[in-house]
């Protein structure tokens, strides 16, 4: 299984951008979907996690009511929408799957495959 990840960049404090996980070698329906960041010289952060059918999904705190999390099957995509962004958003941005039997994973140890990671930078 293989994950790409796209749609970083550099924004001004308060836009919006839409990262996209293409999944490939596999069928994006057999997985959960799992959003993580890591900014320099900190460990790695659950953002969002998406099951199976798109039915549930979980952000965590410090993004709640700014990111949303969704997924098209049928394009083998997961996407994370994210508004008002804030400085404190900066960094890398990676998708990642997991096979196993739930959906509520927040620790990136339960993950399989991993993408490349997106940059994300918000600055004035």
């Known amino acids: 299984v293989q994950l790409q990840a796209s749609g970083g960049g550099i924004v001004q404090p308060g836009a919006s951008l839409r990262l996209s996980c293409v999944v490939s070698?596999?069928?994006?329906?057999?997985?959960?979907i799992g959003w993580f960041r890591q900014a320099l010289g900190e460990e790695r952060e659950f953002v969002a996690v998406?099951?199976?059918?798109?039915?549930?999904?979980h952000v965590a705190d410090s993004v709640k009511g700014r990111f949303t999390v969704s997924r098209d099957n049928a394009k083998n995509t997961g996407y994370l929408q994210m508004d008002s962004l804030k400085p404190e958003d900066t960094g890398v941005y990676y998708c990642?799957?997991?096979?196993?039997?739930?959906?509520?994973?927040?620790?990136?140890?339960?993950?399989?495959?991993w993408g490349q990671g997106t940059q994300v930078t918000v600055s004035s």
């Open positions: 070698g596999g069928t994006s329906a057999d997985y959960v």
């Open positions: 998406s099951s199976r059918t798109g039915g549930s999904s």
């Open positions: 990642a799957v997991t096979g196993k039997i739930n959906w509520y994973y927040i620790s990136w140890r339960d993950y399989q495959y």
